[in-house]
Structures are given as C-alpha cells and as structure tokens.
C-alpha cells in the first residue's frame, strides 16, 4: 500500500502494511509495521531515444524522473548520436542500474505510481513480459516527463529488469512483494 506524502526515503513501500493500534490508545495513533523485500539480486537497463523532433533535455528529465531523487546522481546515462533513415538525428541514451538498492527503489516507486489497471495488465501479461529472468516493461516517455507512470508501447522507456532467477512464479512473487502486481 502506498502512503500519499510519505517520504521517497521510504519509496512509498508499497508492501503490505500491518497497521496496530498504538500501545491499545484509541484514536487516529498507529505503528506501521514494514515487511523486508527478499533480497533477489535486482538490476535494471533503461534505454531510451529522443527523435529529431524531440527535445534531448526533456528526454533526459524524463529518465530522471523514473529515478527516486535521493539516487539520482548515483545513476549515470550514457547517450550516442545516431543517425535516422533520412540523416536525421536520434540520440539514443542508456543506463545500468546494478546497485541493487537503487534497482529495488525505482520498482517501489513505479509501483506506487502504476495504476491498478497497469499493474492488472503487467500480471496478465508477465509471462509474455519474462525471457531468461529478465522482465521487459516499456514506460510512456510524455507521462515519465510529467513524473507519472504509465504502461505504453510506442516511443517508450525500455526497462529491462534483470533477477537472479529465471523463475517465473519467483519473479511473480518479487513483483508481488514490491507492490508491482496486484
């Protein structure tokens, strides 16, 4: 469950929370109590375009607001020119997440910024999603500049979610864990 206003130090954890009754006073006072993710050895590929037509600087804050701002600067993007089929421009940048924790932060805050239809459709398709215990998810580019989230197809943020395990009922149960599936 996500916290509206909680801190992004937490990642808006969007695991289960058990809430209690503060030392059994009534009232508005409760603990939450956090469960830990299993640590499952997580990296990320994040690759991207920005066409001719498109603004490289807000291509960039795109990709940045996929980020939780306390890792930002721990995240390098790496970007080529290209050239399109008619000598145009494309700059196709491309970073490596591999410090686990911040793969694992990002996860939490695209779960918490995922719609239950998105997160509906990610488990109904996640079989079609998971090659060789890599889970594929593309972001629509304009809503990661607006800082939301949002499951698209065409011009997309590609993330390539890398897990230690080729399982798929164990790569559905990590998902479940961070709040990406229902």
Known sequence: MCIPGAPETLFCSALPLNLMPNNNV????FKCVWSSVRRKGISIEVSLFAHATEDPQKVESAFRNILPSSRRDEVTLRKRVL???YGNPIVYYKAKITKMEIAEAILRKMACNLSTLDKEMLEGDLERRVEKGSLY?????????????????SD?????????????NSIRSICRDLGMLP
């Not at 009534?26 to 006072?29: E, F, L, M």
């Not at 998810?137 to 197809?153: T, V």
């Open 83 to 85: 050239k399109g089929e």
């Open 26 to 29: 009534k009232g508005t006072r």
């Open 156 to 168: 997309p943020i590609h993330l390539k979610v890398r897990f230690k395990t080729p399982k798929i």
């Open 137 to 153: 998810i593309r972001l629509d580019k304009q809503a990661a500049y607006l800082g939301k989230f949002r499951l698209c197809n």
